[in-house]
């Protein structure tokens, strides 16, 4: 060793960053070993490693007592449906708002995305989806995630409007492109990182939202993944292994477009927070 | 060229009428309720005047305890995120090994839902049969060992913590994108007249990372003002007479009892507040936008 010195501080620095992940791995262990045990074997929920053979009939147990497959598909709903209403939405906002300044669009803006701090008042707002007739339905919940997520996605897809030359812009028009072609011919592509970023994170906070439904949905048959794997948690909790076998299945979905889409989540949290 | 006719407003129509009918206008009408006796066990509404704010700001209720809860969660949870988070965030712009890997690792329990974090933390920290205090009795620290959640002592501080633990990968990820967007130059430069790591991080990173640091308080103190799903998983506002309860999940309950206008009453404190200070936290966050 040449310099002792930098050597211990390097192994230092590779200690304390191993200290910090350790603790953040291990719910998830936790979640995968004990969903790969036997009930007996998961009573303890503790990170011991699963016995052979491996009970994989936790999961068909589970997907069928906790009704999982009607769950699956109304989160699926829930959040393809919101993704694809918010991008719709916030993209064409944010476009015309970036692009033609004038006092009022400035104001709409600033309204518009105020909603990032804002909080929903639950109660009136049930108000608001009886008298819609929105109440307890699919659709209303689809759209109340909407609501929710257009705020921060018109932000994010805002900042990314102003770095599309206008130029462009001038060069469709100028050749007999109307408005609605011009946005969805020309700008529109040219928005495809940040449409894909929205995209990304406005599925993942759907899929793990749980307070709309928790409000304003009365049946079960309704409910998303998250709700539904508190309410087995509720009636099975001796059942660590199944609980966790739930656990894991409804978080499998986030937790794969977390791995593939890492890039995208990251960009879009960190917009506005540094200069571009 | 006719900027409205290429630019026309129905673009921007689907997107307000949506957030005014399902968000705003909600917060608005919630305020005029606030002023009514509106509760599920009567189809009359009347007019009662600040009544339901003499409730909440009265001494003998348990809602000033509630108001301090939510805003002792906001304060602790955003000063050590942050403190942790820019820790974390200069140690992993090093040269560790499997950097990359730490980063996600760290970053991770941000997109998990915060109910099964909540579950499993219920379960991590069971006062008996619990991962944390099984470990500290393996460990022969088994006076460490407390009722994390079930006792008035510890619950808040547990709770806060859980919350720490998911919110600081976040947090991390932002600072290291706020430092890594630091030129090297300064750095060379530094070191070129001797400087130490303690000395770059003081003179270099902390003075250029403090706008980045402004946003990501901003967003933890957006984030803790309106925590629900934390608490509602871990305690619900318990144990004993409101130890944990915050804004939220006060709200929630009144939802659930048939209370409406102290629920909407509560909820409106906050939507006046933020009107008013989440204006200036946007103007904090817009300033980086490019405007023509």
């Known amino acids: 060793m040449k310099n002792p010195k930098r050597f211990t501080e390097r192994l230092l620095r590779n200690l304390i960053a191993v200290m910090f992940s350790i603790p953040c791995l291990i719910p998830l262990l936790l979640i995968v070993f004990n969903s790969l045990k036997t009930k007996q074997a998961a009573a303890a929920m503790d990170l011991s490693l699963p016995a052979l053979p491996i009970p994989w009939e936790n999961f068909s147990v589970v997907i069928e007592k906790g009704k999982l497959a009607q769950s699956f598909l109304n989160s699926l709903l829930y959040s393809a449906g919101s993704v694809f209403l918010c991008v719709f939405f916030a993209s064409a906002a944010a476009y015309v708002m970036s692009r033609n300044q004038t006092r009022i669009n400035r104001f709409l803006y600033m309204f518009l995305v105020l909603g990032i701090t804002l909080p929903i008042n639950y109660v009136a707002l049930s108000k608001v989806l009886i008298t819609l007739r929105l109440n307890n339905t699919r659709g209303g919940i689809i759209l109340l995630y909407t609501a929710m997520q257009l705020p921060f996605m018109t932000f994010l897809i805002h900042g990314f409007v102003a770095k599309v030359p206008t130029e462009l812009d001038e060069a469709a028009v100028i050749d007999g492109c109307g408005p609605v072609r011009l946005f969805f011919l020309v700008v529109l592509p040219l928005l495809k990182p940040a449409v894909i970023t929205a995209g990304v994170l406005t599925f993942l906070n759907t899929w793990n939202e749980f307070t709309a439904p928790l409000y304003f949905l009365n049946s079960t048959s309704k409910w998303p993944m998250t709700l539904s794997v508190y309410n087995f948690f509720g009636m099975y909790f001796k059942d660590w292994n199944l609980v966790c076998a739930d656990i894991l299945l409804t978080s499998l979905p986030v937790l794969l477009i977390y791995l593939l889409g890492q890039k995208y989540i990251v960009s879009g949290m960190t917009t506005g927070a540094v200069k571009g | ?292």
């Not at chain 2, 809602?63 to 906001?74: A, D, G």
């Open chain 2, 1 to 292: 060229m006719n900027k409205n006719k290429i630019y026309p407003w129905y673009f921007m129509a689907g997107a307000l009428l949506v957030y005014f009918i399902l968000f705003f206008l909600p917060g608005l009408l919630g305020v005029g309720y606030s002023f009514t006796d509106w509760s599920a066990y009567s189809t009359e509404l009347n007019f009662v005047g600040l009544d339901n704010f003499r409730t909440i700001f009265s001494a003998n209720e348990n809602y000033t305890k509630i108001i301090s809860n939510t805003l002792v969660f906001t304060l602790v949870t955003t000063v050590i995120k942050n403190v942790l988070g820019l820790a974390l965030a200069v140690l992993l712009t090093k040269s560790v090994r499997f950097l990359n890997l730490h980063r996600s690792i760290v970053f991770m329990p941000s997109v998990l839902s915060t109910l099964i974090i909540g579950m499993l933390f219920k379960s991590i920290l069971d006062a008996k049969s619990g991962l944390l205090n099984t470990a500290l009795r393996a460990c022969g620290l088994g006076f460490l060992a407390q009722k994390w959640l079930v006792s008035t002592e510890y619950a808040f501080g547990s709770v806060m913590a859980v919350d720490i633990w998911r919110g600081t990968g976040y947090i991390m990820t932002i600072l290291i994108a706020g430092i890594l967007s630091i030129s090297t130059d300064y750095y060379e430069a530094a070191e070129i007249d001797g400087a130490g790591g303690i000395q770059k991080f003081r003179y270099i990173t902390l003075p250029l990372i403090l706008p980045t640091l402004a946003t990501t308080t901003v967003l933890n103190i957006i984030y803790g003002l309106k925590v629900f799903d934390m608490v509602y998983a871990l305690t619900n506002g318990g144990p004993g007479k409101a130890t944990t309860e915050v804004l939220y999940t006060a709200v929630f309950k009144r939802f659930g009892t048939g209370q409406y206008a102290v629920g909407t009453a509560l909820s409106s404190v906050m939507f006046v507040i933020m009107i008013f200070v989440g204006y200036f936290m946007i103007r904090l966050m817009t300033r980086n936008e490019v405007i023509e």
